[in-house]
Every structure is written in structure tokens, then in C-alpha cells.
């Protein structure tokens, strides 16, 4: 990874936060798009890669498009030579809403409820050239089959309390089968309420993105990082994967380094499941 060229959107926290750390201690230089950098400010651990040049923090939201746009370009400049270029070799996209509230009917709602979505789609229509290898993370048991291989337990979980984060999420997912030419269940697309109309002009086209890989965890937890002291700490599979109950976000950004970043080849092109 030392010399790599990283963009991390949804970097402030969790999955993508620890990844972030991880490629940055490995060598490769991370540009943050933040809504408020701010949040950096007593992170010692950031603070010293921004000051070594290996960070840099970019204002913006990614619901913006001239702020994705703008996030592209700084990633591609190199900080001791602004006129000097060289491709994003990785997108970490790690968006995710945060409960805004509780709805006895809908169980949590964020706010936006296309949160992940259009900021995904405004990735995507501003994708430089050449494209830059992408990394997102979703969630387990979004569609209708893989909510049936979610242990018996979670089910009532699922579908009580995260139906409209997940809603969003699956258009997420949606929007990245389209463009990798994916197989999609079209019982499982959200529709235009979190999609918008005409979202499949603004993005890739079928089958133009293929080096991608979506990583579906289990349930999210805040626990430490088993991997970093035992090799077989999770699980990971291609597709549906049983008795898959939860993961810790450290566990997840460990696979996403260790696993997929410096095994590409092998992951590339695929949803990938993990849990414990």
C-alpha cells in the first residue's frame, strides 16, 4: 500500500474511520471528504498524518455533487507538487445515516432517508478516468433472500426497526448491480423515492464497472478487533452465509484492508458477507 491513493467518503467514524487508519499505517496517502473536518481537530492519531502530508481532510458533503466532484481532484493532486497528478488507486465509501429517530410504524428513520444512495450516484456520475478500484459497504439481509438466511433470532430485528435504513441501502446496492452488471431482484428495488427519476442516466452503465466489491456485514457491533490477534477471528463468504450474527465495525475494517485491499484479485467483482 505505500505511495496507494486513497479517497475515504463516510471516513469520520466506524468502518470507515478504522480502514482509514489501517491504509495510513500501511503508507498510503488518504484524502477525507468531511462535513466538518472539525472533527479531526483532537485526533491525534489523524493529526499526524496531516501534518506528515499523508491526510488531507477536504470540507464537503457527498450529497453534493460539485463536492464529490472537488474530493476527486484533491485526491488526485499530490500534496508536495499540486500540479502533479496520479489516479485514486481506492474509493472507500462507508456512508452511512445515523437513527434520527423512532417511528413506532417505521422503526428508526435517518434523515435523508436517500442518505446513502445519491451520495453513492453522485460518486459514481463523477468517477474520474480511469476508475479508481471501489469498495462499499452495505448490510446483511437487505433483500428478500438474504433476509431469509438471517439467523431466526435477528428477523423481527430487521424487519421491526431497520426497514428504512435498508431501504436505502438497497438502493445503494441497486445502483451498483446496475452499473456492474449485476443479477437485481426488481421485488428488492426501494424506487423512486430513494433512487429519484432518471437515476440510470447519471451513473455508469450496465456492466462499465467492474472493479468493485461490496461487503455485506452482519450485525454491527463496537467491539474490538478479534483479527488482530487471531487469525480466524470471522468468517467471509461470497453471497448468503448461516448462523451469521453480528461483527465488530474494527473486525470489518480489517477484512476491508487486509483482506480485500491487499488481495483485490480475489475479491473483486463480488458481495462478500462477514461475520463471526
Given at each position: 500500500?505505500e505511495?496507494?491513493?486513497?479517497?475515504?467518503?463516510?471516513?469520520?467514524?466506524?468502518?470507515?474511520?478504522?480502514?482509514?487508519?489501517?491504509?495510513?499505517?500501511?503508507?498510503?496517502?488518504?484524502?477525507?471528504?468531511?462535513?466538518?473536518?472539525?472533527?479531526?481537530?483532537?485526533?491525534?492519531t489523524?493529526?499526524?498524518?496531516?501534518?506528515?502530508?499523508?491526510?488531507?481532510?477536504?470540507?464537503?458533503?457527498?450529497?453534493?455533487?460539485?463536492?464529490?466532484?472537488?474530493?476527486?481532484?484533491?485526491?488526485?493532486?499530490?500534496?508536495?507538487?499540486?500540479s502533479v497528478?496520479?489516479?485514486?488507486?481506492?474509493?472507500?465509501?462507508?456512508?452511512?445515516?445515523?437513527a434520527?429517530?423512532?417511528?413506532?410504524?417505521?422503526?428508526?428513520?435517518?434523515?435523508?432517508?436517500?442518505?446513502?444512495?445519491?451520495?453513492?450516484?453522485?460518486?459514481?456520475?463523477?468517477?474520474?478516468?480511469?476508475?479508481?478500484?471501489?469498495?462499499?459497504?452495505?448490510?446483511?439481509?437487505?433483500?428478500?433472500?438474504?433476509?431469509?438466511?438471517?439467523?431466526?433470532?435477528?428477523?423481527?430485528?430487521?424487519?421491526?426497526?431497520?426497514?428504512?435504513?435498508?431501504?436505502?441501502?438497497?438502493?445503494?446496492?441497486?445502483?451498483?448491480?446496475?452499473?456492474?452488471?449485476?443479477?437485481?431482484?426488481?421485488?428488492?428495488?426501494?424506487?423512486?423515492?430513494?433512487?429519484?427519476v432518471?437515476?440510470?442516466?447519471?451513473?455508469?452503465?450496465?456492466?462499465?464497472?467492474?472493479?468493485?466489491?461490496?461487503?455485506?456485514?452482519?450485525?454491527l457491533?463496537?467491539g474490538?478487533?478479534?483479527?488482530?490477534?487471531?487469525?480466524?477471528?470471522?468468517?467471509?463468504?461470497?453471497?448468503?452465509?448461516?448462523?451469521?450474527?453480528?461483527?465488530?465495525?474494527?473486525?470489518?475494517?480489517?477484512?476491508?484492508?487486509?483482506?480485500?485491499?491487499?488481495?483485490?484479485?480475489?475479491?473483486?467483482?463480488?458481495?462478500?458477507?462477514?461475520?463471526?
Amino acid at each position: 500500500m505505500e505511495n496507494s491513493t486513497v479517497l475515504v467518503i463516510g471516513g469520520s467514524r466506524n468502518i470507515g474511520y478504522y480502514s482509514a487508519v489501517r491504509l495510513l499505517a500501511l503508507g498510503a496517502t488518504v484524502t477525507f471528504l468531511l462535513r466538518s473536518p472539525q472533527v479531526f481537530d483532537q485526533d491525534d492519531t489523524i493529526q499526524h498524518y496531516v501534518k506528515g502530508g499523508k491526510a488531507r481532510l477536504i470540507k464537503g458533503d457527498a450529497l453534493v455533487k460539485s463536492d464529490v466532484s472537488r474530493a476527486w481532484s484533491e485526491a488526485q493532486h499530490q500534496q508536495e507538487d499540486d500540479s502533479v497528478t496520479r489516479p485514486v488507486d481506492f474509493l472507500i465509501f462507508t456512508v452511512g445515516g445515523t437513527a434520527g429517530h423512532f417511528s413506532l410504524t417505521k422503526g428508526f428513520v435517518i434523515t435523508p432517508p436517500d442518505l446513502v444512495t445519491q451520495s453513492l450516484i453522485n460518486v459514481l456520475e463523477t468517477l474520474p478516468s480511469p476508475h479508481p478500484k471501489i469498495i462499499t459497504i452495505s448490510s446483511n439481509g437487505l433483500t428478500q433472500a438474504s433476509h431469509k438466511s438471517l439467523p431466526l433470532l435477528l428477523k423481527p430485528l430487521y424487519s421491526y426497526l431497520l426497514p428504512e435504513p435498508h431501504k436505502d441501502k438497497c438502493g445503494a446496492e441497486e445502483v451498483i448491480a446496475h452499473s456492474a452488471g449485476w443479477e437485481w431482484d426488481a421485488r428488492d428495488s426501494p424506487g423512486d423515492e430513494i433512487l429519484g427519476v432518471d437515476w440510470t442516466s447519471r451513473i455508469p452503465g450496465t456492466g462499465e464497472l467492474k472493479s468493485i466489491t461490496v461487503i455485506r456485514p452482519a450485525l454491527l457491533t463496537d467491539g474490538v478487533c478479534r483479527a488482530d490477534i487471531k487469525s480466524d477471528a470471522y468468517r467471509v463468504k461470497e453471497g448468503d452465509m448461516e448462523c451469521s450474527y453480528s461483527v465488530s465495525r474494527r473486525d470489518v475494517a480489517h477484512f476491508l484492508v487486509e483482506g480485500v485491499v491487499r488481495h483485490w484479485q480475489e475479491w473483486e467483482g463480488k458481495r462478500v458477507r462477514i461475520a463471526y
